[in-house]
């Protein structure tokens, strides 16, 4: 641990309370300029910590993303074990699939990307500050290459879960993997894997989420601004960065560890299907093969969308290449 972590648990175990500069600089045996350093440098990562002289340093509650933050919130067992936090990173999805030695389970998080991807290589939204945006690296002994996609459905009621608790308003879900509420995007799933190519055998499974916290309406880029949203835009309510990833770190292992994935895929799957809010509307589905209209009906045990086509035909849609364009 860093000194300068050292100092922030010490201030943060005495939340609003004052503590004298000669007091941390003899539990942490430095000089108390070293400890005005270290404030400083906590300062300039967000942390609000006010000064008085005769006083002291005392640390103000705030809403820091960092991975002490959300390590002191963990309950799990592997997810978020450990966690790796960057102010910014191109792609916390990039970052994993790049460092081979990330343990099961390990997290990456941060505020701000600067090449965040999306599904079909589209660009991820993902400004300063604004929202979390992580990724899940696993590394599955009974994961079967089929089972890959499924995740993306469990992650999408994590999720949903998550937002729910902590903002008492459940999200809903547009298949496969965006969540939404009042018919604004406020998150995006995206789920690689590394598969070896003789044996077919998985090597690792990247879940990325990034997620809209604490934008308004006008803060978004003009080309998104009429389809995209914040849980603060939406609900008037401010979650706490680190609480919301510690949360979800604690839903995901609920469903992938604790329920035996993919053995529990019925279970979130009726979840998933009681998320969708599409259900019996008509959307424009998007393909390789060409755009046509059809009224979205279902899912099926496996997670494809049921849609029933202008002739009467049905289809079940896999994630693959394959959009929906909701209607307005």
């Keep these: 641990m860093t000194t300068k972590e050292k100092v922030l648990r010490l201030l943060d175990e005495r939340m609003e309370q004052w503590v004298s500069g000669e007091e941390l600089a003899e539990k942490l045996e430095v000089s108390r300029t070293a400890v005005w350093k270290q404030i400083a440098a906590l300062q300039k990562d967000g942390y609000t910590i006010l000064s008085e002289t005769g006083k002291g340093y005392r640390l103000q509650p705030g809403e820091v993303l960092s991975a002490y933050e959300i390590e002191k919130r963990l309950t799990t067992r592997v997810i978020g074990r450990p966690v790796v936090y960057f102010d910014s990173v191109n792609s916390t999805n990039l970052y994993a699939k790049n460092t081979p030695s990330l343990s099961d389970g390990t997290m990456v998080v941060t505020s701000h990307q600067t090449a965040g991807v999306g599904r079909l290589a589209r660009r991820f939204y993902s400004p300063d500050r604004a929202g979390v945006y992580l990724s899940i690296l696993l590394r599955p002994e009974t994961v079967a290459v089929a089972d890959i996609s499924t995740i993306t459905l469990m992650t999408a009621v994590a999720v949903a879960d ?11 879900i547009k298949w496969t993997n965006d969540i939404y509420l009042n018919r604004r995007k406020l998150c995006g799933i995206l789920t690689e894997a590394s598969i070896e190519g003789e044996s077919g055998m998985i090597r690792n499974i990247i879940v ?15 080309e998104i601004r009429d389809i995209a949203g914040s849980v603060f835009s939406e609900t008037g309510i401010r979650i706490h960065p680190a609480a919301y990833a510690a949360r979800l770190a604690a839903n995901f292992e609920r469903y992938y560890l604790d329920g035996h994935f993919p053995a529990n895929k019925a279970s979130f799957l009726q979840k998933y299907r009681e998320g969708l809010f599409f259900l019996g509307e008509t959307v424009e589905v998007r393909s390789v093969k060409g755009n046509y209209f059809a009224v979205a009906e279902d899912i099926d045990e496996d997670g494809n969308l049921i849609v029933r086509r202008e002739d009467g035909s049905r289809a079940a849609l896999n994630s693959g290449k394959i959009s929906l364009k909701l209607q307005r």
Excluded at 163 to 172: A, K, M
Excluded at 208 to 222: A, V
């Design 162 to 172: 998550t937002v729910e608790e902590l903002s008492g308003v459940r999200p809903q």
């Design 208 to 222: 990325g989420i990034g997620i809209n916290l604490f934008q308004r309406h006008e803060d978004f880029e003009p």
